[in-house]
T-cell receptor, first 113, second 115 residues
Framework: NAGVTQTPKFQVLKTGQSMTLQCAQD?????MSWYRQDPGMGLRLIHY???????DQGEVPNGYNVSRSTTEDFPLRLLSAAPSQTSVYFC????????????FGSGTRLTVV | AQKITQTQPGMFVQEKEAVTLDCTYD???????LFWYKQPSSGEMIFLIY??????QNATEGRYSLNFQKARKSANLVISASQLGDSAMYFC????????????FGTGTRLKVLA
C-alpha cells in the first residue's frame, strides 16, 4: 500500500543515547515534515523539507537533526536523548501545493528514561 | 506569525445530532489553506477536509463541512448526524504559501459521541 512508513513504532532510550527515526514515503511527495505530539499541545513542527537537499527548522528543532538526500526518505536524528523528548513522533508528507492535506505515518512512541 | 486556536478541549454530542468544533486562525498572508484532521484512539491521523482562503463556498466532504468565515478568521468543522465512530481528537491546521511553507496545528478538541 502506498503511504508513509515510520519505524520503529515504539522505542525506549536512556538519557544521552542517540537514535534515528526512519520515515519513507512512496508517493513522490516533495514536502515532508516531522511533528511531535504531546498532551494538550497538539502537534508541533520539528523540521520540514520541501524537496531533496532542502530542510528547515520548525517550532521545536532543538535536539533534533534531519537530512533529505532522496525524495523518499526523511530520517529524524535525536542527538543526545533527554526525558523532555519523550513524545509521540509523526512523519508526514504531501504535495507542495496549498490544497493538499498530509498523509501521516503511524507514529513512533518514544520514551526517554 | 501564523497561529491556530482551538478553545474547546473536549465536547460531547448525542448520536445523530450535529456538532460544531471551533477553530480560529491568524495570518497576514492573503493565500492560505485550512485543514481538519481526525485522530481516533488508535492514534493515526486522518485528513478530513480542506478550505482555501480564496474559495467562495464552504468545503464539504460527506458529513463534514467547514464553516469558513474569513472576516472573523474562523474555520469551524461541522459534523452532521454524529456517529459513535466520530469519537476522536480533531485538529485544525493551517498552511500558507509564502515564506517558509510552515504547516501548523491547533491543540485539538476531543469529541465524545454519546449513544
Amino acid at each position: 500500500n502506498a503511504g508513509v512508513t515510520q519505524t520503529p513504532k515504539f522505542q525506549v532510550l536512556k538519557t544521552g543515547q542517540s537514535m534515528t527515526l526512519q520515515c519513507a514515503q512512496d508517493m513522490n511527495h516533495e514536502y515532508m515534515s516531522w511533528y511531535r505530539q504531546d498532551p494538550g499541545m497538539g502537534l508541533r513542527l520539528i523540521h520540514y523539507s520541501v524537496g531533496a537537499g532542502i530542510t528547515d527548522q520548525g517550532e521545536v528543532p532543538n535536539g533534533y537533526n534531519v537530512s533529505r538526500s532522496t525524495t523518499e526518505d526523511f530520517p529524524l536524528r535525536l542527538l543526545s536523548a533527554a526525558p523532555s523528548q519523550t513524545s509521540v513522533y509523526f512523519c508526514a508528507s504531501r504535495w507542495n501545493l496549498l490544497h493538499y492535506g498530509y498523509t501521516f505515518g503511524s507514529g513512533t512512541r518514544l520514551t526517554v528514561v | 506569525a501564523q497561529k491556530i486556536t482551538q478553545t474547546q478541549p473536549g465536547m460531547f454530542v448525542q448520536e445523530k445530532e450535529a456538532v460544531t468544533l471551533d477553530c480560529t486562525y491568524d495570518t497576514s498572508d492573503p493565500s492560505y489553506g485550512l485543514f481538519w484532521y481526525k485522530q481516533p484512539s488508535s492514534g493515526e491521523m486522518i485528513f478530513l477536509i480542506y478550505q482555501g482562503s480564496y474559495d467562495q463556498q464552504n468545503a464539504t466532504e460527506g458529513r463534514y463541512s467547514l464553516n469558513f468565515q474569513k472576516a472573523r478568521k474562523s474555520a469551524n468543522l461541522v459534523i452532521s448526524a454524529s456517529q459513535l465512530g466520530d469519537s476522536a481528537m480533531y485538529f485544525c491546521a493551517m498552511s500558507v504559501t509564502s515564506g517558509t511553507y510552515k504547516y501548523i496545528f491547533g491543540t485539538g478538541t476531543r469529541l465524545k459521541v454519546l449513544a
